[in-house]
Nanobody
Framework: QVSLVESGGGLVQAGGSLRLSCAASGTAFTINSMGWYRQAPGNQRELVARITFSGSTDYADSVKGRFTISRGNAKNTVYLQMNSLKLEDTAVYYC????????WGQGTQVTVSS
């Protein structure tokens, strides 16, 4: 069983920055990838960014050039640096980890105001 603990959400003005963190614990299996998804009211959950065990990254087109995903040396912590935030980035952001199955964090609210 993997536990994902998120931190770093909050309220920020448009154009500002936030950094999300997610720490995984509790598994003896290799974490194949970690990443962030988001869900805005009335919308489906969507991929924001992910990083694989080998270090490959993948981003949603809407965040390319503004968001950067990275991880700690132990590969069980992932960060999402969000710059130039827009109103449409407002959502609950969920940390995701994949071993032989998917795991989700509890979610952290990111609100971008004008």
């Amino acid at each position: 069983q993997v536990s994902l603990v998120e931190s770093g959400g909050g309220l920020v003005q448009a154009g500002g920055s936030l950094r999300l963190s997610c720490a995984a614990s509790g598994t003896a299996f290799t974490i194949n990838s970690m990443g962030w998804y988001r869900q805005a009211p009335g919308n489906q959950r969507e991929l924001v960014a992910r990083i694989t065990f080998s270090g490959s990254t993948d981003y949603a087109d809407s965040v390319k050039g503004r968001f950067t995903i990275s991880r700690g040396n132990a590969k069980n912590t992932v960060y999402l640096q969000m710059n130039s935030l827009k109103l449409e980035d407002t959502a609950v952001y969920y940390c995701h980890a994949m071993t032989y199955r998917n795991y989700w964090g509890q979610g952290t609210q990111v609100t971008v105001s004008s």
